[in-house]
C-alpha cells in the first residue's frame, strides 16, 4: 500500500472512460446505469483502491458516524467488556458502534476492516494481544495507511504499535506492571516456587505478563532459575489441561525451564489425597496468564483432591465479573478493560489531529480475595 494520499473520483473517470458524474451514479446506486458502464466503474474503482470520501456522502445524507470494534471472540469476558465500553462511548457521542470477530483468522480481520473503510467507518478499533511476527506487522502498517488515506483511523487497544511510524493511536493497560505485582503478593505471602501457566511465545500481552513475572522474582533475590513458565497459551481448557499435566508429573523442572504442558513437572510428588504417601510440593503457587486460566486451574487442582490456597495458591489476571464467584474467590489483577474501549473512542475523537502516532499507557491494581496464603509448612 503506498502512502500517495486519497485516490479521487476524477482519476476513477478516466481509468474508466466515462464521467465523474457517471462514476458517482455508479457508485451511489441511486441512479440507472447500463451494465457494461458500471462493470468498468467498479473494476476502475477496485484497481485504484479506491474509497469513497465518507464526509462528502455525510453531507448528502448518506453517511454515517460509525467505530468498528474487531475481536478475537465475544464469548471472552475480558473483549465483551471491551466492546461494551466502545459500544458506551460511542453511543454518548450519537457513533454507531459495528462489532466483528475474527476468531484469529487474520484473513477475516482483513476482510473487516476494509468493509468498515468502504463504509466510511471513523474509526477501525483492533483489540487484544497478537503474535506480532513480520506479517502482523506488515498487516497493522497496510491498515492503518489505507485507513487514514481514507480519512479514518486506526486504534490498537490493548496491543502496541508495531512500528511507532504508523499512523495508528495505541490505548492499551501496563501488563508488566500488573503481572509483576501479583506476583510480588505471591512472594510477600511467603512464596518462592511460583509457575506462570499460561504463556504464550510471541503474544504481546502475555510476553510483557511474563517479562512482569520474572521481573519480580528478580526483585526479590530469586535467580533465573527460579522461574517457570508454562506456554499452554490461555481459556479454561488450556488452564486445566495444563494443571492436570503438572500435577500428574514428578521430578524437576529444570533451572529457568519453559515447558509445554506435557513435560512440565514438579519438584516432589504432588502433595495431598491423590498421592497419600507424597510429601509437600515444592511449588506453591500459581499465577495464571488470565482469569479463564485460573479457573481450569482451579477445578484440576480440586479433582486432584488439593485445597486453594490451603495447598497451592492461585492468582489470575484480569478481574472478570465472575472471579469474585470461583472457589474460592480468586486474587487477580484487575485490568480496566471497559475504560479501555471507552478511552479507544474518547482520545481518537477528543484530538483527532494528534491521536495518530500516540500511545496512552492505563494502569492496573491488584484486587486481594480468597485464594492465596502462606505456603504450607515444610513446602
Same mark, same amino acid.
Given at each position: 500500500?503506498?502512502?500517495?494520499?486519497?485516490?479521487?473520483?476524477?482519476?476513477?473517470?478516466?481509468?474508466?472512460?466515462?464521467?465523474?458524474?457517471?462514476?458517482?451514479?455508479?457508485?451511489?446506486?441511486? &441512479?440507472?446505469?447500463?451494465?457494461?458502464?458500471?462493470?468498468?466503474?467498479?473494476?476502475?474503482?477496485? !484497481?485504484? !483502491? +479506491?474509497?469513497?470520501?465518507? &464526509?462528502?456522502?455525510?453531507?448528502?445524507?448518506?453517511? *454515517?458516524?460509525?467505530?468498528?470494534?474487531?475481536?478475537?471472540?465475544?464469548?471472552?469476558?475480558? +473483549?465483551?467488556?471491551?466492546?461494551?465500553?466502545?459500544?458506551?462511548?460511542?453511543?454518548?457521542?450519537?457513533?454507531?458502534?459495528?462489532?466483528?470477530?475474527?476468531?484469529?483468522?487474520?484473513?477475516?480481520?482483513?476482510?473487516?476492516?476494509?468493509?468498515?473503510?468502504?463504509?466510511?467507518?471513523?474509526?477501525?478499533?483492533?483489540?487484544?494481544?497478537?503474535?506480532?511476527?513480520?506479517?502482523?506487522?506488515?498487516?497493522?502498517?497496510? +491498515?492503518?495507511?489505507?485507513?487514514?488515506?481514507?480519512?479514518?483511523?486506526?486504534?490498537?487497544?490493548?496491543?502496541?504499535?508495531? !512500528?511507532?511510524?504508523?499512523?495508528?493511536?495505541?490505548?492499551?493497560?501496563?501488563?508488566?506492571?500488573?503481572? *509483576?505485582?501479583?506476583?510480588? &503478593?505471591?512472594?510477600?505471602?511467603?512464596?518462592? *516456587?511460583?509457575?506462570?501457566?499460561?504463556?504464550?511465545?510471541?503474544?504481546?500481552?502475555?510476553?510483557?505478563?511474563?517479562?512482569?513475572?520474572?521481573?519480580?522474582?528478580?526483585?526479590?533475590?530469586?535467580?533465573?532459575?527460579?522461574? &517457570?513458565?508454562?506456554?499452554?497459551?490461555?481459556?479454561?481448557?488450556?488452564?486445566?489441561?495444563?494443571?492436570?499435566?503438572?500435577?500428574?508429573?514428578?521430578?524437576?523442572?529444570?533451572?529457568?525451564?519453559?515447558?509445554?504442558?506435557?513435560?512440565?513437572?514438579?519438584?516432589?510428588?504432588?502433595?495431598?489425597?491423590?498421592?497419600?504417601?507424597?510429601g509437600p510440593a515444592r511449588f506453591t503457587a500459581v499465577f495464571a496468564g488470565d482469569d479463564m486460566v485460573a479457573a481450569g486451574a482451579l477445578r484440576a487442582i480440586a479433582d486432584a483432591g488439593l485445597r486453594v490456597p490451603q495447598d497451592i495458591s492461585v492468582v489470575g +489476571?484480569?478481574d472478570i465479573p465472575l472471579a469474585e464467584d470461583f472457589n474460592p474467590p480468586l486474587t487477580t489483577v484487575r485490568t480496566p478493560a471497559e475504560e479501555l474501549g471507552r478511552a479507544a473512542v474518547r482520545i481518537a475523537l477528543r484530538d483527532p489531529e494528534h491521536a495518530a502516532?500516540?500511545?496512552?499507557?492505563?494502569?492496573?491494581?491488584?484486587?486481594?480475595?480468597?485464594?492465596?496464603?502462606?505456603?504450607?509448612?515444610?513446602?
Open positions: 500500500m503506498t502512502s500517495k494520499g486519497r485516490v479521487t473520483i476524477r482519476e476513477v473517470a478516466e481509468r474508466a472512460g466515462v464521467s465523474m458524474a457517471t462514476v458517482s451514479r455508479v457508485l451511489s446506486g441511486n &441512479h440507472p446505469v447500463p451494465a457494461s458502464t458500471r462493470a468498468r466503474v467498479l473494476r476502475a474503482a477496485r !484497481d485504484l !483502491d +479506491y474509497v469513497a470520501n465518507a &464526509h462528502a456522502r455525510a453531507l448528502v445524507g448518506g453517511g *454515517r458516524k460509525m467505530v468498528a470494534v474487531v475481536l478475537r471472540q465475544v464469548t471472552s469476558p475480558f +473483549y465483551a467488556q471491551v466492546a461494551e465500553g466502545v459500544e458506551a462511548e460511542a453511543a454518548a457521542r450519537g457513533w454507531l458502534c459495528l462489532v466483528g470477530t475474527t476468531g484469529g483468522d487474520p484473513g477475516r480481520e482483513l476482510e473487516f476492516v476494509q468493509l468498515m473503510r468502504e463504509e466510511g467507518a471513523g474509526l477501525v478499533i483492533l483489540v487484544g494481544g497478537v503474535v506480532e511476527d513480520d506479517a502482523y506487522r506488515e498487516r497493522v502498517a497496510h +491498515y492503518a495507511q489505507a485507513l487514514a488515506s481514507s480519512g479514518a483511523r486506526l486504534v490498537l487497544c490493548g496491543r502496541p504499535a508495531p !512500528d511507532p511510524d504508523i499512523p495508528a493511536l495505541v490505548v492499551e493497560f501496563d501488563n508488566e506492571a500488573g503481572a *509483576r505485582a501479583i506476583t510480588g &503478593h505471591l512472594l510477600s505471602a511467603g512464596h518462592r *516456587r511460583i509457575v506462570f501457566l499460561g504463556g504464550l511465545p510471541g503474544n504481546t500481552a502475555l510476553d510483557a505478563r511474563v517479562v512482569g513475572y520474572r521481573a519480580a522474582l528478580a526483585e526479590h533475590g530469586l535467580g533465573p532459575e527460579a522461574a &517457570h513458565v508454562v506456554d499452554c497459551g490461555l481459556g479454561r481448557a488450556a488452564g486445566h489441561r495444563a494443571m492436570t499435566e503438572l500435577l500428574k508429573a514428578g521430578g524437576d523442572l529444570g533451572p529457568g525451564d519453559t515447558a509445554t504442558p506435557d513435560t512440565a513437572t514438579l519438584d516432589t510428588a504432588t502433595p495431598g489425597t491423590a498421592t497419600p504417601d507424597a +489476571y484480569n502516532g500516540a500511545h496512552h499507557l492505563l494502569g492496573t491494581h491488584i484486587v486481594v480475595r480468597d485464594s492465596v496464603q502462606p505456603p504450607p509448612p515444610g513446602a
